[in-house]
């Protein structure tokens, strides 16, 4: 069985500050991990995937995560947060072969502040 | 342009009366999803489909019906609504289990 744990279901940063949004995973076979960005009134877009090659994967707007398998984390990040970054984020789950079932975490709504 | 459409957007409906949801992939996408939306549990997948004729249930399937008849379209049916299935659905469709899903627009149910 796989399950996704989002931490914080609200995040504040500052413009400027570093965005740390954490994930983490449960899966008894090697997963696929996503992190995706709604913004409001909108559908979801994706950010990055992690699919078993570089465990430092780079996404889109300058966000990146980290698959640590040790920690069955899959934290997303930012140097430098912008007003334009304030959305929902949801981290999610599929087992890493043939399969569309996805496991969805129950999101982190960021706030960006002046 | 690539996109996975939803129809309608907004529906307003009563309790016990069926209705069908639409959505529609121009990708030829192998695979599309059902998920609901609710504040404060994120999205969960109702019913998926990996092919023509094939569907499984996802997390929520109870109370909700899909077809996969073309491999473009994929209805979501809800022969007897309640209350408890307003929500907002998302339909989504990728190529295979390695890529990323697109996802429609939404469709924001309100069952009275």
């Known amino acids: 069985a796989q399950s996704v744990t989002q931490l914080g279901s609200h995040v504040s940063v500052s413009e400027g500050a570093l965005v740390l949004l954490r994930c983490n995973y449960s899966?008894?076979?090697?997963?696929?991990l996503f992190w995706y960005v709604q913004y409001p009134n909108q559908g979801l877009q994706l950010l990055l995937k992690?699919?078993?090659?570089?465990?430092l994967v780079k996404g889109i707007n300058g966000f990146e995560a980290e698959f640590k398998k040790s920690e069955t984390s899959f934290h997303l990040t930012k140097p430098s947060a912008h007003m334009s970054d304030a959305a929902e984020y949801f981290c999610?789950?599929?087992?890493?072969?043939?399969?569309?079932?996805?496991?969805f975490g129950t999101g982190t709504r960021l706030q960006v502040f002046p | 342009e690539a996109q996975v459409t939803q129809n309608p957007r907004y529906l307003i409906t009563v309790t016990g009366k069926k209705l069908t949801v639409t959505c529609s992939q121009n990708?030829?996408?192998?695979?599309m999803s059902w998920y609901r939306q609710d504040p404060g549990l994120g999205l969960r997948q109702i019913y998926y489909?990996?092919?023509?004729?094939?569907?499984d249930k996802g997390d929520v399937p109870e109370g909700y019906k899909v077809s996969r008849k073309e491999k473009r379209n994929f209805p979501l049916i809800l022969e007897s609504p309640s209350p408890n299935q307003t929500s907002l659905y998302f339909c989504?469709?990728?190529?295979?289990?390695?890529?990323?899903?697109?996802f429609g627009p939404g469709t924001r149910l309100t069952v009275l």
């Open positions: 989504a469709s990728r190529p295979d289990y390695r890529n990323t899903q697109y």
């Open positions: 990708m030829n996408h192998e695979y």
């Open positions: 992690y699919t078993s090659a570089a465990t």
């Open positions: 999610a789950v599929t087992r890493s072969y043939n399969t569309d079932k996805l496991i």
């Open positions: 899966s008894s076979v090697p997963p696929y």
């Open positions: 489909s990996m092919n023509v004729e094939v569907t």
